[in-house]
């Protein structure tokens, strides 16, 4: 199989034979003038007819049955959802075009015009202390603290079945203060809106005074349906709404702000800030719009509480509201369910852990889950053969995000780590997950790497990072986690009979043919990951972004003849995940086993990738360690002015083809995370040393991403990018890793002892810093600092760093 290669349809043209006795002739012209005519038209033809045809693969949809057959009102229980992965607070449906609902809020003596004191999107400009889901079981509730300075926002909700339209759900937010003598004030806004696309219509309903007292609406999927706001606890001061049209759901705090205004209590001095009121837009025609965004605005002195109750017209026979103590009871009763099935599943009590740290595991845990998010819309793609990008199709995603504030949305090789820890919780959540990535397969056997549905997701996205490439890969962790569920969840995936991993294997074939196909080294056996940029002078090492380690150092100067140890193994381990997965359905699994057994052989392996002179495995290019960025000559503008040029890459020797063996770090351990490397090899023994040594990877909180000894250790890669894989510590390798050593530490072999000691003291240092890092910070962090194991990155990051409940768990 690794010798395969493209196949693409090839177009072919029968042309009928032509009898010459029956053709009449134009006298101007010979016979065989007429033929060679016909003959260049018909080749032009063709060749207009492939090029279209190769133009259009890169946005044709797999050819083959869907692996999502349930969505929508099709699974009930799962039909409403915080899926509005990147605001503090939001509910809305597994609908392409849903009825959002969602929170925003402000401190009306600090509200300034440019709105930044108002809060919405989850965003890391706003400094909040911290904000998680603590409890979050991925159907039917959460409860989440937010810390906003002196304020502490607590929003909970329940869901409730009923009816033919997903139910009822009811959401509370508590208001508190830090100081109990403090009374600061603060305005919460509730709102409703459905975008312009949904079919349906929502209208407030208005009591005496022009009061707000409800809202009522009407959609495709939801059917009639009715939403009120309550005051629960504690004193308002103002009460005022918003009823109007929003472009968009992108630019729903703009419209807020567009239409605040400060009013004065009758018989009062004391201002407040208001809403607007109605304020519809006029047609065309000159008739007003109908609304599709309604806000409720309640001010009140801390402490206070609201509640926020949507009922389904369809739930006819309902004896109960899901309000007042029936709301305390049912949340009770689903928070002790959620306990009960955390230690069953993870088992940290048993393990002796305090309940500070419990508490932590489902914070890590709960904010995962919670951050599931349902987006809808197209991407944008880009192939070889179209001129400029194309728009995929209209497609759903049902993901997990790595982070609500930074990525609110899709990310290929995050969802397969993410799916490792979502799979152990909810088998038929990660399936779902699973099958909705597939489905965003196209001819090729391609899924984009990165995807961006949606208003609301493409407003977070530079420009630069938009377009989606069909000749860039990314790591296929989703052979992680289909190989997990094997281990772990087998009598579940038996329980389906097999039926979705048999509708997603035809899909599973494809991607890894497109791998084993596009992404082939110039030599046997050897890989290169596509993308990088062979004619930039600003980086100092041109980045690898689709082997998801984006500024780990590679070949100094990109080339056809670099190979990459890293996707050598990857395709190795998916060789081998495939012959399991073909085994399980009982198909032929012979091709990927040899496959497997070919690119696993430890002699070739050592041959294309152990480098004899710094013995350890290595990527193999045109490099030299010879690079550094300098600033060229300011140039004179004139006798006043200079122009300050950007720094460039200077290369002080010549690139000669070798190992890039001063280079050790995380893709040096590929062969050993993936358990490619014999556990009785001289290879092993080397690796464990290394990995151990304080001068190279070793800290006290987790193993850095790249030598101290490495030439770009914690270097710039242009003078405004920070190192990112250059030294820090990131959790999904180090979850690998300490699987990897707990795997050689079970196994016979010269080195069991050595990869024990260095499971027990990996896993210790990184659970004991990320632990300390967020009762410091209130924060699971993107990375950590290898020298003193502070968080960096983008906070909150409870995609992959998350993974620290399987190692507390210890579950691989």
């Not at 090789?413 to 979502?422: P, R, S, Y």
């Amino acid at each position: 199989m690794v010798k395969n290669k493209p196949q693409e349809k090839s177009v072919k043209i029968k042309a009928k034979s032509v009898n010459a006795n029956s053709v009449k002739t134009n006298k101007s012209f010979p016979l065989s003038m007429n033929s060679t005519i016909t003959v260049i038209c018909i080749a032009i033809a063709a060749w207009f007819g492939y090029k279209g045809y190769l133009e259009t693969r890169v946005n044709t949809p797999y050819d083959g049955n869907k692996v999502v057959i349930a969505s929508g009102l099709d699974i009930p229980d799962r039909y409403w959802g915080t899926y509005r992965s990147g605001v503090y607070f939001g509910l809305k449906t597994r609908d392409p075009h849903s009825l959002v609902t969602g929170l925003m809020w402000y401190s009306p003596h600090i509200l300034r015009y440019d709105g930044s004191v108002l809060r919405h999107w989850c965003d890391q400009g706003d400094k909040l202390d911290r904000y998680a889901w603590l409890e979050h079981d991925g159907r039917t509730f959460g409860v989440q603290e937010i810390v906003d300075k002196s304020i502490i926002l607590r929003t909970t909700f329940v869901k409730r079945p009923g009816g033919y339209h997903g139910g009822d759900w009811t959401a509370r937010i508590a208001v508190s203060q830090k100081k109990e003598n403090s009374r600061e004030e603060i305005s919460l806004l509730f709102y409703t809106a459905i975008e312009e696309s949904t079919k349906g219509w929502i209208k407030a309903n208005l009591g005496d005074y022009n009061r707000l007292t409800g809202i009522e609406g009407n959609t495709q999927g939801l059917g009639s349906f009715a939403i009120n706001l309550n005051l629960i606890n504690g004193t308002v001061e103002e009460h005022s709404f918003l009823a109007t049209t929003a472009s968009g759901l992108n630019v729903l705090k703009e419209t807020v702000l567009q239409n605040l205004r400060i009013a004065t209590q009758k018989g009062s001095a004391e201002k407040h800030i208001v809403l607007a009121g109605e304020q519809l837009l006029l047609s065309p025609e000159g008739k007003k719009k109908d609304p599709n965004f309604i806000v409720t605005q309640v001010t009140g002195k801390v402490p206070f509480e609201i509640e926020v109750s949507y009922e389904s017209g369809s739930f006819s026979n309902r004896i109960d509201k899901l309000t007042g103590q029936n709301y305390d009871e049912a949340l009770d009763k689903q928070r002790q369910l959620f306990s009960k099935k955390f230690e069953n599943v993870f088992k940290l009590k048993s393990k002796g852990y305090t309940d500070d740290e419990m508490t932590f595991a489902k914070m890590a845990f709960s904010n995962l889950i919670g951050s599931i998010g349902y987006f809808y819309g197209t991407s944008q793609v880009q192939s070889t053969y179209t001129q400029g990008p194309v728009p995929y199709w209209k497609a759903p995603l049902y993901t997990a995000v790595p982070s609500r504030s930074f990525f609110p949305r899709g990310f290929l090789w995050d969802e397969g780590f993410h799916g490792l820890l979502i799979s152990v919780w909810d088998t038929e959540i990660e399936l779902d997950i699973i099958s909705h990535w597939f489905d965003l397969m196209n001819v090729e056997g391609w899924i984009p790497r990165e995807m961006i549905l949606g208003q609301e997701a493409l407003a977070k996205v530079p420009e630069e990072f938009v377009t989606q490439i069909n000749t860039n890969a990314n790591p296929p962790t989703f052979f992680l986690t289909l190989d997990f569920m094997l281990k772990h969840k087998e009598q579940e995936l038996l329980m389906h009979n097999f039926k979705i991993l048999d509708k997603l294997y035809p899909r599973l074939q494809a991607w890894f043919s497109w791998f084993n196909v596009t992404q082939v080294g110039d030599l046997p056996s050897t890989y290169r990951w596509r993308g990088r940029d062979e004619t930039t002078n600003r980086e100092l090492n041109p980045k690898t972004l689709t082997s998801g380690l984006d500024d780990y150092p590679r070949a100094s100067h990109p080339t056809a003849a670099e190979r990459h140890v890293d996707l050598r193994c990857w395709i190795a381990f998916a060789a081998r995940v495939m012959a399991k997965i073909a085994e399980t359905l009982s198909y032929p699994a012979q091709k990927y086993q040899e496959t497997f057994e070919y690119l696993s052989d430890n002699n070739l392996l050592n041959k294309l990738h152990w480098s004899p002179n710094a013995q350890a495995y290595s990527d193999y290019g045109l490099h030299t360690d010879k690079v550094a960025l300098r600033r060229p000559p300011q140039k004179q503008r004139s006798h006043s002015q200079s122009v300050r040029m950007e720094m460039v890459r200077v290369v002080s020797e010549e690139p000669s083809l070798k190992f890039v063996d001063t280079t050790f770090g995380y893709v040096s351990l590929f062969p050993f995370i993936l358990q490619i490397v014999e556990p009785d090899s001289s290879q092993l023994g080397k690796i464990l040393q290394d990995l151990r040594d304080p001068y190279l990877l070793w800290t006290r909180y987790g193993l850095r991403s790249l030598a101290k000894t490495s030439p770009l250790h914690m270097k710039y890669n242009t003078e405004h990018d920070p190192p990112y894989w250059r030294g820090p510590i990131w959790m999904n390798l180090n979850y690998l890793t300490v699987r990897a050593a707990y795997y050689y530490s079970n196994v016979e072999g010269p080195h069991r002892e050595h990869a024990k000691k260095i499971y027990e003291e990996l896993r210790k240092n990184l659970i004991q810093n990320i632990i300390k890092q967020y009762k410091k910070t209130g924060y699971l962090w993107e990375h950590y600092d290898n020298s003193e194991g502070e968080g960096k990155g983008s906070h909150p990051f409870t995609g992959w760093t998350s993974l620290v409940v399987l190692l507390m768990a210890e579950i691989y």
